[in-house]
């Protein structure tokens, strides 16, 4: 059976309205295999997406459903609680027929499926800082929108996600083992982390220490798993449940300070052109602290700058242990790929370590401390 025939019998496993018209496939997802789903009823169509949950990489997909589906429901609650009947700010996860919040079909591939949000549109990387600021107040209100979700904890689908220590652990051994021979060619890399381990490991070591405190966290907080209106303008949703688990909200922070102040991509050449960029930090700072004046504590605001360069750092340390592993976990399109990217990685966090100044004068002119 094809994957195409397989996805059209998944889909009229769900509990939907109407009739299935049509399934095609939905380009993009870089994990699993996506589907829109189409059903017509009195009222006209509706769309749905199905997906082929990748369980090579999500591989307790009881966990990981119980999760989105807390999640979802109690996003949903606050909604409908605020006066929002439009379903929009929240995914829509739908059950099966049988009141499950997945399918697992003959074969024993497992779907599920979510209400589509069309007239939406979503960004790659962060454009302007217009919507930079758009992004960070949408994770920020995700965070504070699930600061009561109500016990008990959480899946951690994957544990050690954020544990920093434990990502240099990992580093130390790819070191050790070099298993393809690159250790050579990349001492400086190696030195440069080294050197930085205290402030890649600041914030687990504040949570180990109890000193920060454990919520729920997004931990994929990048401004593609932000849905924007049609006009591109203001959020709509946070998207990409997957990940979502118990963590430290800095966590987020850092990952939107990573990942949207900066205008170089990821896998930069040219180092001369990887620098945070103040104007971009100052909207996302404007726009998470605007969002989390309700709970962020008076030590996560002092620890905002700190975020930033730990997740940098920590982002720069996988991908070079993937190099010198052989590149066996992110995919590559060129040898040294992966050490490209630690190399930018490394120079946004060296930036960001000779701007924390400027950018702790920023949060602090935010009112976030």
Same mark, same amino acid.
């Given at each position: 059976?094809?994957?195409?025939?397989?996805?059209?019998?998944?889909?009229?496993?769900?509990?939907?309205?109407?009739?299935?018209?049509?399934?095609?496939?939905?380009?993009?997802?870089?994990?699993?295999?996506?589907?829109?789903?189409?059903?017509?009823?009195?009222?006209?169509?509706?769309?749905?997406?199905?997906?082929?949950?990748?369980?090579?990489?999500?591989?307790?997909?009881?966990?990981?459903?119980?999760?989105?589906?807390?999640?979802?429901?109690?996003?949903?609650?606050?909604?409908?609680?605020?006066?929002?009947?439009?379903?929009?700010?929240?995914?829509?996860?739908?059950?099966?027929?049988?009141?499950?919040?997945?399918?697992?079909?003959?074969?024993?591939?497992?779907?599920?499926?979510?209400?589509?949000?069309?007239?939406?549109?979503?960004?790659?990387?962060?454009?302007?800082?217009?919507?930079?600021?758009?992004?960070?107040?949408?994770?920020?209100?995700?965070?504070?929108?699930?600061?009561?979700?109500?016990?008990?904890?959480?899946?951690?689908?994957?544990?050690?996600?954020?544990?920093? @220590?434990?990502?240099? $652990?990992?580093?130390? /051994?790819?070191?050790? !083992?070099?298993?393809? #021979?690159? *250790?050579?060619?990349?001492? %400086?890399?190696?030195?440069?982390?080294?050197?930085?381990?205290?402030?890649?490991?600041?914030?687990?070591?504040?949570?180990?220490?109890?000193?920060?405190?454990?919520?729920?966290?997004?931990?994929?907080?990048?401004?593609?798993?932000?849905?924007?209106?049609?006009?591109?303008?203001?959020?709509?949703?946070?998207?990409?449940?997957?990940?979502?688990?118990?963590?430290?909200?800095?966590?987020?922070?850092?990952?939107?300070?990573?990942?949207?102040?900066?205008?170089?991509?990821?896998?930069?050449?040219?180092?001369?052109?990887?620098?945070?960029?103040?104007?971009?930090?100052?909207?996302?700072?404007?726009?998470?602290?605007?969002?989390?004046?309700?709970?962020?504590?008076?030590?996560?605001?002092?620890?905002?700058?700190?975020?930033?360069? @730990?997740?940098?750092? $920590?982002?720069?340390? /996988?991908?070079?242990? !993937?190099?010198?592993? #052989?590149? *066996?976990?992110?995919?590559? %399109?060129?040898?040294?790929?992966?050490?490209?990217?630690?190399?930018?990685?490394?120079?946004?966090?060296?930036?960001?370590?000779?701007?924390?100044?400027?950018?702790?004068?920023?949060?602090?002119?935010?009112?976030?401390?």
């Amino acid at each position: 059976m094809s994957s195409f025939e397989q996805a059209e019998r998944a889909a009229v496993a769900f509990a939907v309205e109407g009739s299935l018209t049509q399934v095609r496939p939905v380009s993009g997802g870089h994990i699993h295999d996506s589907h829109l789903a189409t059903y017509i009823h009195a009222a006209g169509e509706k769309q749905f997406l199905l997906q082929r949950i990748n369980e090579k990489v999500f591989g307790d997909c009881d966990g990981l459903m119980e999760n989105v589906s807390r999640v979802t429901g109690h996003l949903a609650g606050k909604a409908r609680k605020d006066g929002d009947s439009t379903d929009r700010r929240f995914l829509s996860l739908v059950e099966t027929i049988d009141g499950e919040s997945y399918h697992r079909d003959a074969s024993g591939v497992a779907w599920r499926m979510y209400v589509f949000l069309d007239e939406t549109v979503s960004f790659a990387t962060a454009p302007d800082a217009a919507r930079a600021h758009e992004a960070a107040k949408a994770f920020g209100a995700f965070q504070a929108d699930l600061i009561d979700l109500p016990a008990p904890r959480l899946c951690e689908i994957i544990p050690g996600f954020h544990d920093t @220590a434990a990502r240099y $652990e990992a580093f130390e /051994r790819a070191i050790q !083992d070099d298993r393809v #021979g690159w *250790l050579a060619s990349v001492r %400086s890399e190696i030195e440069f982390a080294r050197a930085h381990r205290e402030r890649a490991c600041a914030l687990i070591e504040l949570w180990r220490g109890g000193v920060l405190a454990e919520r729920v966290v997004h931990n994929d907080a990048k401004i593609g798993n932000v849905l924007f209106d049609s006009e591109g303008r203001s959020w709509v949703c946070v998207v990409d449940l997957d990940t979502v688990m118990p963590g430290l909200v800095l966590f987020d922070f850092g990952d939107m300070v990573r990942s949207m102040t900066c205008f170089s991509a990821e896998d930069e050449t040219d180092l001369s052109e990887v620098e945070v960029d103040l104007g971009m930090f100052e909207a996302v700072a404007g726009g998470y602290i605007e969002s989390t004046r309700s709970f962020l504590s008076s030590v996560e605001r002092e620890q905002l700058v700190a975020a930033g360069i @730990a997740i940098t750092l $920590e982002q720069g340390v /996988r991908f070079l242990t !993937d190099h010198l592993a #052989g590149d *066996l976990y992110y995919a590559v %399109s060129r040898t040294g790929h992966n050490l490209d990217r630690a190399r930018a990685q490394f120079k946004l966090a060296e930036s960001m370590i000779h701007r924390a100044g400027e950018m702790k004068r920023i949060v602090v002119g935010l009112g976030g401390t």
